[in-house]
């Protein structure tokens, strides 16, 4: 039983730190991870849209299976916990082989080691010359920018230069990476949340709505204090813009003015831009008032009559008046005006006026003349309602010229506390593949060899690169060929100093 267990432990591990599991694993986190950003995701993406674009059927089986929040579904968490793993026991399986390559290089090549090793070239030197050929090794090893050292084998000489082991390790950088960004994508998942926030002009609050129809308090509150909306020439939206406030125990601790991807980030929350529109409430409505001559009031008609007699001070007597719901303004000293309501969507039906709903429609504006004189009221509204409206019947004729809406913005808010983990991990891969493609682990050998035969001496180079090999293969001819012109360049010297000694003789 016992050998049973250990024999299903070992199996279990040997299939977790298989390479062929971790691919497989990853190619499913790959694929999840793309259907992530084809299927809408929520709460990114509004509901009437969702709805729009997936039949109720439909959206119920991606909401079942959470494909419509995939990077916080169990399953895929799940399914990055078994990468993680099968990459931590990969590496731990490879590790110990791969750190004595690292930490030990094989610096003197055995016979069999020589045999099998691709590119080699064997150059003839004088049997009584292994000096100069390891001579002429060395300066070509230097010429190539390498720093040769001399290795001794009992009464051997030999010479190992090496660029790049650290490239050996460039597949660990890669899994420590990928262990990054997975970690960091599970501290989301548990952790981490996304909501949204919509606040008017000038209101503040610190409850997020979050996708899952729950609501979470923050410790403290935040508030819109402007936002608008810049257009490019012909009209189109270019940006939105909000100027917020964070308010923490009654004061202002911090203030951004926010845009798309550039967000207010305070205590680990975001605060995105994500929306913007107007309210239904009206910020500033100017008017142009202009006594009616047709209303037989004394003071209208000194007020028609003044303007007329003094053109120059104001003409036609036109004021404009510049006030919000609830005000009142005095037209003259008989004469106030009431912006007594604005209706955003507003139907007519009986003769009465009604709101439709609270969404920007068919707006109207109400407003209400009051004549102490004549003692009543008239009512004005914009548009002029037929059967309705006393426009042309008050004591002045009001004209709008400029209504502004107050404005809402709509932010994203995220809790991610896992992002450090995410972008430590992008870098570090950036860093990790750099040394996979650019960096090659480059090796040279070269050491005087007897043949057991003829007992002729020659010089064995040889070299080796993990990867880009063709590319190496003829960086070692171009070595291979510099150390024969060595060689053949000190043959001739050591002639000519033959020649010139017995010359002398």
């Given at each position: 039983m016992e050998l049973n267990k250990k024999g299903f432990t070992h199996k279990l591990w040997r299939t977790i730190a298989s390479i062929q599991t971790g691919v497989v694993l990853l190619i499913l986190v790959v694929i999840f991870a793309a259907v992530g950003t084809i299927v809408l995701q929520r709460p990114a993406t509004d509901p009437d849209e969702m709805q729009t674009a997936y039949s109720p059927q439909v959206l119920s089986i991606l909401d079942a299976l959470r494909l419509t929040d995939v990077f916080h579904s169990w399953w895929f968490l799940g399914l990055v916990v078994l990468v993680s793993l099968s990459i931590i026991a990969a590496s731990i399986d490879r590790f110990p082989n791969a750190w004595r390559y690292f930490s030990r290089p094989y610096k003197y090549p055995d016979p069999t080691f020589r045999r099998a090793l691709h590119p080699q070239r064997t150059i003839a030197i004088s049997n009584s010359d292994e000096e100069s050929g390891l001579v002429a090794a060395e300066r070509a090893l230097h010429s190539i920018g390498l720093k040769p050292e001399r290795v001794i084998r009992e009464?051997?000489?030999?010479?190992?230069?090496?660029?790049?082991?650290?490239?050996?390790?460039?597949?660990?950088?890669?899994?420590?990476?990928?262990?990054?960004?997975?970690?960091?994508?599970?501290?989301?998942?548990?952790?981490?949340?996304?909501?949204?926030?919509?606040?008017?002009?000038?209101?503040?609050?610190?409850?997020?709505?979050?996708?899952?129809?729950?609501?979470?308090?923050?410790?403290?509150a935040i508030r819109c204090d402007s936002a608008g909306q810049e257009n490019y020439k012909d009209g189109t939206p270019k940006k939105w813009?909000?100027?917020?406030?964070?308010?923490?125990?009654?004061?202002?601790?911090k203030s951004k003015e926010i845009v798309v991807n550039d967000p207010l980030l305070y205590r680990g929350v975001r605060f995105y831009q994500s929306s913007f529109g107007e309210t239904a409430k009206v910020q500033k409505l100017v008017i142009s008032a202009t006594?009616?001559?047709?209303?037989?009031?004394?003071?209208?008609?000194?007020?028609?009559?003044?303007?007329?007699?003094?053109?120059?001070?104001?003409?036609?007597?036109?004021?404009?008046?510049?006030?919000?719901?609830?005000?009142?303004?005095?037209?003259?000293?008989?004469?106030?005006?009431?912006?007594?309501?604005?209706?955003?969507?507003?139907?007519?039906?009986?003769?009465?006026?009604?709101?439709?709903?609270?969404?920007?429609?068919?707006?109207?504006?109400?407003?209400?003349?009051?004549?102490?004189?004549?003692?009543?009221?008239?009512?004005?509204?914009?548009?002029?309602?037929?059967?309705?409206?006393?426009?042309?019947?008050?004591?002045?004729?009001?004209?709008?010229?400029?209504?502004?809406?107050?404005?809402?913005?709509?932010?994203?808010?995220?809790?991610?506390?896992?992002?450090?983990?995410?972008?430590?991990?992008?870098?570090?891969?950036?860093?990790?593949?750099?040394?996979?493609?650019?960096?090659?682990?480059?090796?040279?050998?070269?050491?005087?060899?007897?043949d057991a035969k003829t007992g002729a001496l020659s010089l064995w180079i040889g070299g080796s690169a993990n990867r880009n090999r063709d590319a190496f293969e003829q960086r070692f001819n171009d070595l291979a060929a510099s150390v024969e012109e060595e060689l053949k360049t000190n043959s001739l010297t050591a002639l000519r100093e033959q020649v010139v000694t017995a010359a002398g003789n």
């Open positions: 009464d051997h000489f030999g010479i190992f230069a090496e660029r790049h082991r650290i490239s050996e390790m460039a597949v660990y950088i890669v899994h420590a990476s990928l262990l990054l960004i997975f970690s960091g994508w599970i501290i989301d998942g548990v952790y981490g949340w996304r909501g949204t926030l919509t606040l008017n002009e000038g209101q503040s609050s610190n409850v997020v709505e979050l996708r899952d129809g729950k609501t979470r308090t923050l410790p403290y813009w909000s100027k917020l406030a964070v308010v923490e125990g009654g004061r202002d601790v006594p009616n001559p047709a209303f037989k009031s004394s003071s209208t008609l000194a007020a028609l009559n003044s303007s007329r007699q003094n053109p120059n001070s104001d003409p036609d007597n036109i004021k404009e008046i510049a006030f919000t719901v609830g005000d009142t303004a005095d037209l003259d000293t008989d004469t106030s005006l009431r912006f007594a309501e604005f209706i955003p969507d507003y139907a007519v039906r009986d003769g009465q006026v009604y709101k439709r709903s609270n969404e920007i429609g068919s707006p109207a504006a109400h407003l209400v003349v009051t004549s102490k004189r004549a003692g009543k009221s008239f009512d004005v509204w914009f548009p002029k309602l037929e059967e309705i409206a006393d426009n042309s019947q008050a004591p002045y004729l009001l004209e709008p010229k400029n209504l502004q809406l107050a404005h809402f913005t709509g932010l994203q808010v995220s809790h991610e506390p896992g992002q450090w983990g995410i972008w430590s991990g992008v870098v570090l891969m950036g860093i990790g593949l750099t040394f996979v493609f650019y960096v090659v682990h480059v090796r040279f050998w070269a050491l005087p060899v007897r």
